[in-house]
């Protein structure tokens, strides 16, 4: 197993699975919130919400005042995002085709 793949293993495998079959926001809220400190869910939703702004295309700087991340911070994120696994690219297409299909446009 190479190094960028060392964090892939079965307890990381079970996590997923597990996050997966959470059917509501109100259980995956419960979840995330006994399984996380608060801290670390302020750092997950701020780098969620970065890379959200870097999808709109939003300077970095903007982004920094608005969400406080770090331009170190948002730089690495703009590196996962344009040449990580795709899982932040995948998770914006989901997030577009949902809020498409909720406000009915095409």
Request: charged share 25%; aromatic share 6%; hydrophobic share 40%.
């Amino acid at each position: 197993m190479s190094a960028m793949d060392a964090w892939r293993n079965e307890a990381v495998g079970e996590l997923l699975e597990t996050i997966l079959r959470l059917e509501s926001t109100d259980e995956a809220s419960a979840f995330f919130r006994d399984l996380c400190t608060l801290g670390e869910l302020h750092d997950m939703a701020q780098r969620w919400a970065v890379a959200r702004l870097l999808d709109e295309g939003m300077h970095y700087a903007e982004i920094s005042s608005g969400t406080g991340a770090s331009t170190a911070t948002i730089t690495r994120i703009a590196q996962w995002l344009h040449h990580g696994e795709g899982g932040y690219a995948r998770a914006l297409v989901r997030l577009h085709e949902a809020q498409t299909s909720a406000t009915g446009e095409k």
